[in-house]
């Protein structure tokens, strides 16, 4: 087991526990974008999203309101982000998937760099119909 959130789940090494529930343990980001950064992990181990079964999601959502109800109201907060890095490319660097909530301020210089596109002629229609395609299968 070298996973480093399956040994906390384990209880193996320390973290700072904030809630846990049968599906999901949260904890704070031992590297927090800020102060209240915190991570939310299934207990059992999934590589990524998509790996993670149905019947655990409503468990791991429940803990990821919770948590983020906890860090806006602890701080005072006017807004905060949740996300998940899936895959390299996307940014993650542990593969056990995991949800972040990190406060946010204003003026705090987080900023996604973004190069929005605009979908021309029939495009709009032909990418909603590929995947509408692959929900289907």
Do not use: W
């Amino acid at each position: 087991m070298a996973c480093i959130f399956c040994k906390i789940i384990a209880k193996e090494i320390p973290a700072e526990i904030l809630f846990e529930n049968d599906s999901a343990i949260a904890i704070l980001d031992v590297n927090p974008i800020h102060y209240g950064h915190a991570l939310v992990i299934p207990k059992n181990h999934h590589k990524d999203f998509l790996e993670v079964p149905e019947n655990e999601l409503p468990g791991m959502m429940h803990a990821v309101h919770v948590v983020a109800r906890a860090i806006v109201k602890s701080f005072d907060l006017r807004g905060f982000n949740f996300f998940s890095n899936n895959g390299t490319v996307a940014g993650q660097s542990v593969f056990h998937f995991h949800i972040h909530i990190t406060p946010r301020y204003p003026d705090d210089n987080i900023r996604f760099v973004l190069q929005l596109k605009r979908y021309e002629g029939e495009e709009m229609k032909d990418v909603a119909a590929k995947i509408r395609a692959s929900i289907q299968e």
